[in-house]
């Protein structure tokens, strides 16, 4: 696309005029706002840049290991790979009101992408993935409530606690244009067409305690239902789909014996802001063949449902 081309040229002589020769971080989660930004800031002053990849040990089946390989492996981007899964999971133990786990997981996220990016040492810049509706949402959010939604993903806090300077290529572009930027910096498709992916990650796809074992079984059930969804095609229909698994181990029967293990709830909705969404109208032989696969390969989950709820009066993520 020629204006994507132009766009990729002047923007990269803007970050060049911008920074100059001092040091850039950019926290790097995967997905499509962070994940083009730091390609454009790489194009633009190579290894100038460094990211930091934070592991929250709340990412899905595989997630770490795509990310990390595609960016330092695949585009020789300088990262980070910062594995604070322990530090994360021993201070959510025993946690299980919502906010609260957001707040710790934010706090802690503050914490540790500040340790890495002092080890790294002297970065004047703080790069971030902001698209235009959050300068507006910003914006409109002046003096109001302090907390939205995007104050995960845009690390938000971290640019005044760490007094650096922001570089926010992505700021004029609409959620498409950033997409047609990524596709136009060489992203692979399967990766600028993902999911949205919250910040807290598994942790509120995990009502009640989180646990080691129950994100295992999470991560386990989550693959499969995506699997599926890939197969029949549909993924792209679809704004987001995870599974989240529940607090309460109901009773089943498996070949001659009993089973008590956890129930869990498959989520997919149709959006096109995440602001309202409709549950997504799957057939009963989808539902049927993946309640039957999750059961099958997942010890600890013995029932599964479906979450027929829309958005109002239910929110997308279960907690
Ligand atoms: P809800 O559950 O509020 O979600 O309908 C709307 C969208 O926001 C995402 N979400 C979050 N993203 N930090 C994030 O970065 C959060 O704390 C958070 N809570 C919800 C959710 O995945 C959906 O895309």
């Known amino acids: 696309d020629w204006t994507m081309g132009a766009y990729r040229e002047q923007a990269v002589q803007a970050i060049r005029d911008q920074v100059g020769d001092a040091r850039v971080i950019c926290a790097l989660s995967g997905g499509v706002d962070s994940s083009v930004a730091a390609l454009l800031i790489h194009e633009a002053i190579g290894e100038q840049l460094t990211c930091v990849f934070v592991d929250h040990g709340l990412l899905r089946k595989n997630e770490a290991e795509e990310v990390v390989g595609m960016f330092r492996d695949h585009y020789n981007l300088p990262l980070v790979h910062a594995d604070e899964s322990d530090l994360f999971l021993s201070r959510l133990e025993g946690v299980s009101d919502p ?45 109001g409530p302090s907390v939205t939604i995007k104050s995960h993903h845009n690390v938000g806090g971290l640019p005044e606690k760490m007094g650096m300077k922001l570089v926010e290529p992505l700021r004029e572009l609409f959620k498409d244009e950033v997409r047609a930027l990524g596709r136009e910096l060489g992203l692979p498709d399967r990766f600028i067409g993902r999911h949205p992916f919250p910040g807290p990650g598994l942790a509120i796809r995990c009502p009640g305690e989180i646990t080691r074992a129950k994100l295992d079984i999470l991560r386990e059930a989550d693959a499969i239902f995506i699997d599926q969804i890939r197969r029949h ?37 149709t959006s096109v802001d995440g602001m309202t969404a409709d549950y ?27 979450d027929i709820t829309s958005k109002p009066p239910g929110t997308i993520e279960w907690e």
């Not at 995870?242 to 293990?261: E, H, K």
């Not at 032989?285 to 599964?304: H, K, M, Q, S, Y």
């Open 233 to 269: 095609g549909l993924y792209d229909e679809i704004w987001q789909a995870f599974v989240a698994i529940l607090p309460v181990r109901t009773v089943g029967v498996m070949g001659d014996g009993r089973t008590y293990d956890y129930a869990c709830a498959l989520r997919a909705v």
């Open 99 to 143: 906010e609260q786990k957001r707040k710790i997981i934010g706090g802690l996220f503050i914490d540790v992408f500040d340790k890495h990016a002092g080890e790294i040492g002297g970065a004047e810049f703080l790069a971030q993935g902001t698209l235009y509706p959050d300068v507006i949402e910003s914006v409109s959010f002046a003096g």
């Open 280 to 306: 997504y109208p799957f057939d009963h032989d989808f539902l049927g063949e993946t309640a039957t696969r999750i059961i099958n390969a997942v010890p600890g989950i013995n029932r599964v449902t479906y």
